[in-house]
């Protein structure tokens, strides 16, 4: 479970004092897709973000498994990072210089997984995105769908129990999309992990359990959990 | 993070800007070039110094001369003294060993022999029907390595000369073997007036390449028995003041044990006494300034190509921001960055010191026969030598240097904010 606990961050000093998100509180229930929605500077990155660790507010809690990530120390957020959670960007941040076996098998040498798992690990999340053929090829000479397939790849790799993706579809066409879409829900869905979609996209929210609408840093509103990701296609929020 | 693992992905970035790369560790390779070729010459030169020292010297020697006065304040007259000198103008003068200190000398526990040192300066040398040329000649030692175009030095009586090939030529020998066994004439000055020149005559026993000791000393004189050697002397000194005084002698010990106990007990009496070991340690030092120099050259080309690397990693730090920005928000941890981009600056220093050392190694061992050639060394004799030890400490050292260089960078990228670096535009 997730909980976040009145969180808030400024930006700037004093005249130029921006605040990015105002008393921001929700709960995620395991194994829930969630998706952030909001327009762009909403906050919503900002969100993602201070889940993650990767930034610090200077207010509220971040609590995921009873603890406090905002408590941290770098060291343990790192290694939470590296073991629990994972990403996926808009515009994918895979290494194009290196084959799709090293750019999945990065998380795992981050987590210190040792060499004979690393392997097996690999081949299975590439053939989880139907990238088997292509273990060796360099990821530059991928299409930008076979792209975000990789990126998915390397979030899966090491079996996270958050995944965060910001964008995933934004660079993509509506095709591809729709295939990024069901791999990402029907992967979490089968493996339990929480999939947190930070998107501006109404149509992709919808396919979530819950919608959380941001605007300028506040809360909207926060739907109620459906009960199947079925349903949600044809009921859409507002 | 594994260090295995990151020195993996360091050399897989430094592969994927092969150009960059390669181009940075050529600038370091100018330096490990210079150093190795400098380690290399430093220890050809103790060689083959050592060679020449050995097989010109007896270590068993001691050179003794007399213990020189403090010249002093040279615009007040100096009082005379009796025992025998070379002045020369400006109240400047040498003292000299008498036969009295050579018997004094004899007589120490230890000494075999003492040999005084005999500078004959003959008005010239000739032969029947030839011109006169002038000439130095000197006491044959049988330890002097030389080679010989014709004869040989292996028995060297009284009457009995080495040439040089130069002088060879000049006294209208048609080749070395033809000189062998013929005479020659070496005619010494009386010392005062009244007395006539005296002609020694000697035979050519052995004829001499140029010495490779020439290359030292300029050594280019005619070598005759030292007895014969010692009566020109005698005959050149006759009736002077300075007869039986010499600027130096030989001391020879029993053994070599002795000779240090010899060289103390020679000082305490008062004069100034060299072993071999102290000619060599004075040639060492010699070579180990020459070879300081050119390590300070090749430190000079190090020092530029560290901004090369500090330059260089920045670029790929800026490039490469997303990739560190990824890599962070996967969990890895700063140091592990700044481990990355210091590997990889080790990286360039090993390639660099390995290019490096590696033509040096190519370039010495081509320069070497010429070098060889050039300065007519013996055979076999190597100016320039690599010692295996040599390449490791260049390259290791580079690959430290290289890092230090590094951490700058690494540092910049270790600090890098994820948020920022993953920002898309």
């Known amino acids: 479970m997730i909980e976040v606990r ?15 998100l105002d008393d921001v509180s929700f709960t995620i229930p395991d194994g829930a897709s969630v998706a952030i929605l909001g327009k762009s500077g909403s906050g919503k990155s900002t969100l993602m973000h201070a889940m993650s660790g990767l930034d ?31 990403f996926i960007f808009q515009s994918f ?63 899966i ?37 929480t999939l947190i979609i930070v998107t501006h996209d109404p149509d992709l929210a919808a396919k979530c359990d819950i919608q959380i609408r941001i605007k300028d840093g506040k809360i909207e509103s926060v739907s109620e959990p459906k009960k199947t990701a079925k349903h949600l296609s044809v009921r859409r929020v507002q | 993070m594994r260090l295995r693992d990151i020195t993996r992905r360091a050399g897989r970035s430094l592969r994927n800007a092969k150009a960059r790369t390669l181009l940075t560790s050529l600038a370091i390779g100018v330096g490990a070039f210079t150093i190795t070729l400098s380690l290399a010459a430093g220890a050809g030169g103790r060689q083959y110094a050592e060679d020449i020292v050995n097989s010109n010297t007896n270590v068993n020697e001691l050179y003794v001369q007399p213990k020189q006065e403090n010249q002093g304040d040279l615009s007040k007259p100096k009082e005379y003294s009796d025992t025998p000198s070379i002045s020369y103008g400006g109240g400047f003068s040498l ?51 030389q080679e010989y175009l014709a004869g040989s030095g292996n028995d060297v009586n009284r009457g009995d000369a080495v040439l040089p090939d130069s002088y060879r ?16 004439d070496v005619v010494v000055a009386g010392s005062i007036p009244g007395v006539a020149d005296k002609t020694f005559t000697l035979t050519v026993v052995g004829v001499t390449k140029k010495s490779e000791l020439a290359a030292v000393s300029g050594q280019n004189s005619v070598q005759a028995a030292s007895e014969n ?7 050149a000194q006759q009736g002077t003041p ?4 010499y600027t130096a002698a030989t001391v020879l010990a029993k053994n070599q044990s002795d000779v240090d106990t010899l060289k103390e007990k020679i000082k305490a009496m008062g004069y100034e006494a060299q072993t071999a070991q102290d000619l060599m340690s004075f040639i060492f030092q010699f070579i180990n300034v020459l070879q300081g120099i050119l390590i300070g050259f090749g430190a000079l080309a190090v020092l530029t190509s560290v901004f090369g690397i500090i330059n260089t990693q920045y670029i790929s730090v800026l490039e490469r921001t997303q990739q560190i920005g990824l890599m962070k928000a996967l969990g890895m941890r700063r140091r592990d960055v700044g481990r990355l981009f210091k590997l990889e600056a080790a990286w360039i220093g090993f390639l660099g010191g390995a290019i490096g050392s590696l033509l040096a190694l190519a370039a010495g061992s081509a320069a070497n026969p010429w070098i060889r050639d050039v300065l007519s060394l013996g055979q076999n004799t190597n100016l320039l030598i690599f010692e295996p030890w040599t390449f490791a400490v260049v390259i290791i050292g580079l690959m430290l240097v290289s890092v230090g260089a590094g951490i700058l960078p690494a540092r910049k990228a270790a600090k890098l904010d994820p948020i920022e670096a993953l920002r898309t535009e």
Do not use: W
């Open chain 2, 229 to 235: 050697v010692k009566e020109m002397y005698q005959y």
């Open chain 2, 95 to 145: 003292k000299l060993l008498q036969q009295s200190d050579i018997d004094k000398i004899k007589k120490l526990d230890g000494v075999q022999s003492i040999t005084p040192v005999y500078n004959v300066t003959p008005k010239y040398i000739t032969r029947e029907g030839q011109k006169k040329y002038q000439v130095g000649v000197e006491a044959f030692l049988n330890t002097l390595k």
């Open chain 2, 242 to 245: 300075i007869a039986n005084a």
């Open chain 2, 169 to 184: 030529e000049a006294l209208g020998f048609s080749s070395p073997q033809d000189a062998i066994g013929k005479t020659i």
């Open chain 1, 56 to 86: 610090r507010p200077e207010e509220g809690e971040v609590i995921i498994d009873g603890e406090n990530i905002l408590k941290l120390k770098a060291k343990a957020i790192d290694k939470f990072r590296a073991t629990k959670m994972s």
């Open chain 1, 157 to 193: 790799v090491n079996d996270p129990k958050i995944l965060f993706a910001d964008e995933p579809t934004g660079n993509l066409d509506s095709t591809t999309g729709d295939v990024i879409e069901n791999l990402l829900f029907s992967y979490t869905k089968n493996n339990g992990t």
């Open chain 1, 6 to 20: 009145h969180i808030k961050k400024t930006y700037g000093k004093k005249q130029n004092k921006f605040v990015a």
């Open chain 1, 93 to 155: 941040f895979v290494q194009a210089n290196e084959t799709c076996y090293d750019n999945v098998s990065l998380p795992l040498e981050i987590a210190n997984v040792s060499g004979g798992q690393r392997k097996k690990k690999v081949i299975a999340a590439l053939e989880a995105v139907e990238l088997g053929d292509k273990i060796k090829s360099k990821a530059k000479n991928l299409s930008g769908g076979q792209k975000q397939r990789l990126a998915i790849a390397r979030a």
